[in-house]
């Protein structure tokens, strides 16, 4: 066997550790960067003050369910089946299965690949058929049997990491996959938990317009009791009734907004919203407290930036597939089997026939394309560790916009609670001033409204608290840990050797 020039052989060795190959084995080695997850800013601590409460170890965000946190049967039974039947969910699930797929595709290229096809054939040759040289003459008529059974093998070397990156770019696309659908998860569960608050609050407040309506009903009786014996005007009792009205149209409307959320929970726990609803109920839950852990927690915790993380060790694989495109790729075949003219003698040692051979491809000139390859690759790498870096600083804006909004959120229930209370008192006062005739029927108008729009109001705090805890959880990532995707990994197995 001819050796290769010393020359050629050190520039081989020099260009690969250059590309930086990692030595594997005495047979090949690995071009291109070893993957190192990038930096990213990462702060020491909160900047808002968070809840109002403090989280105890007991008070832990459940792994796998985090919305036993509020503890509300009502939205637990709506979460379970959310995770059953909703259907952006199954197909995250099966893009993870796509996934899975192709990784045990990429593992498929450590084995050789083994064929056969099988022929058989009976033949009439021409008896005017052209002779050696060309020249026409007749000769004998023959027909004859012929009978084929080859088989052919082929393996490429992989000596410079081809197969190798394949499989891992592979498996950092099905690590991303699988944080994907726990995204999905988390976003749809998160949605569902959203939209069901959303609608306790607006039982919550049209239970509040339907007390007011009970309430101007009265005052309405009272303004025409006190018209018909001639000690209130007309006036009054016209804007009673108008402000009744109002209150009434009110109820509607949001009788109307909790219709829509419960079609939408109806779509999220994959039933038709002509065929579900849910019922009526009190509404007066307390905020949870939230554990929030450290900020450099959110890079594990958040399966949206995991996603990212893998994307850019996928893309770290592509530059060095790419990377091998500069060297020799060297394929190894060979074939054998029995042919003959009568299938009697097919399996016999004069029938047998085989081959052995290899092939080696070296680029030389392709118009640049190899190198306009790597560059593509490595600005795709460049873009995904941007884009990394974004969703950090997103994850941190969601925690921080959670832990304010909640604190904010608290401070303006007291100040609202203490709005209702005096407006009561207000109500109370103007009917007994209005009663005792020392002022107009106007001012128990205005209080009137004053305390539906401050019982509406917080309400609406209320609502507001329990979606923003809500919010605060998946921002912090639902409790789930970035660990849980190692283990979706293709190796290859030597069972593959003989699968099809």
């Known amino acids: 066997m001819k050796r290769l020039p010393p020359v050629i052989n050190m520039g081989l060795l020099a260009a690969a550790l250059l590309a930086g190959c990692s030595l594997v084995s005495t047979l090949g080695c690995t071009v291109g960067p070893r993957y190192k997850r990038p930096t990213a800013q990462v702060p020491d601590t909160w900047k808002g003050e968070g809840p109002w409460q403090a989280a105890a170890p007991k008070d832990a965000i459940p792994k796998g369910a985090w919305w036993q946190i509020f503890h509300d049967a009502q939205l637990d039974r709506l979460e379970q089946e959310l995770l059953q039947a909703n259907q952006s969910l199954a197909a995250a699930r099966d893009r993870l299965s796509q996934a899975r797929s192709q990784a045990r595709i990429a593992s498929s290229a450590y084995f050789p690949t083994l064929g056969t096809d099988p022929s058989g054939q009976r033949v009439r040759l021409s008896g005017n058929r052209p002779l050696d040289g060309g020249t026409l003459q007749t000769v004998k008529v ?46 749809l569960t998160a949605e569902l938990a959203a939209d069901y608050f959303n609608l306790r609050e607006l039982d ?35 804007q009673q009734a108008a402000l009744l009205d109002s209150t009434a149209t009110q109820l509607q409307l949001v009788l109307q907004q909790r219709a829509q959320y419960e079609h939408a929970i109806a779509v999220l726990t994959g039933k038709s919203a002509s065929a579900f609803s849910v019922g009526e109920a009190p509404f007066d839950a307390t905020p949870p407290a939230i554990p929030t852990g450290v900020p450099s927690e959110i890079l594990e915790r958040r399966p949206d930036v995991a996603t990212s993380e893998r994307q850019m060790a996928f893309e770290n694989a592509q ?14 075949s060979g074939g054998g089997g029995w042919e003959s003219r009568d299938i009697a003698t097919l399996v016999s040692a004069p029938s047998a026939m085989w081959s052995l051979g290899g092939d080696l491809l070296q680029p030389i000139f392709n118009g640049g394309r190899n190198r306009a390859n790597l560059a593509s690759s490595r600005a795709a790498y460049d873009e995904s560790v941007a884009n990394y870096r974004e969703s950090v600083l997103v994850a941190f804006q969601q925690v921080e916009d959670g832990l304010s909004g909640l604190a904010l959120l608290d401070q303006a229930m007291k100040t609202q609670l203490a709005a209702v209370a005096d407006s009561r008192r207000a109500l109370a006062l103007a009917n007994d001033r209005y009663v005792g005739g020392v002022t107009t029927y106007l001012d128990v108008i205005t209080a009137q409204s004053t305390l539906l ?27 789930w840990d970035a660990s849980e995707i190692q283990r979706e990994q293709v190796r290859p197995a030597l069972v593959q050797a003989v699968q099809q």
């Open 142 to 187: 023959d027909t004859e049997n012929e009978f084929t059974v080859p088989f052919s093998v082929s393996y490429e070397l992989d000596l410079f990491g081809r197969v190798r990156r394949t499989l891992e770019a592979a498996n950092a696309s099905l690590q991303g996959s699988a944080a994907d659908l726990e995204n999905v998860r988390l976003v």
């Open 204 to 238: 919550r407040e049209a239970g509040v317009v339907r007390q007011s309506v009970e309430i101007q009903q009265r005052g309405l009786d009272l303004v025409n009791h006190r018209h018909e014996g001639g000690v209130a005007n007309g006036l009054e009792v016209a």
């Open 453 to 479: 729009s401050n019982e509406r109001l917080a309400t609406q705090l209320l609502g507001q608290q329990m979606t923003t805890s809500v919010y605060l959880v998946k921002a912090l990532g639902g409790a």
């Open 319 to 332: 530059v060095g597939i790419a990377m091998t495109a500069f060297y020799p790729h060297i394929t190894l």
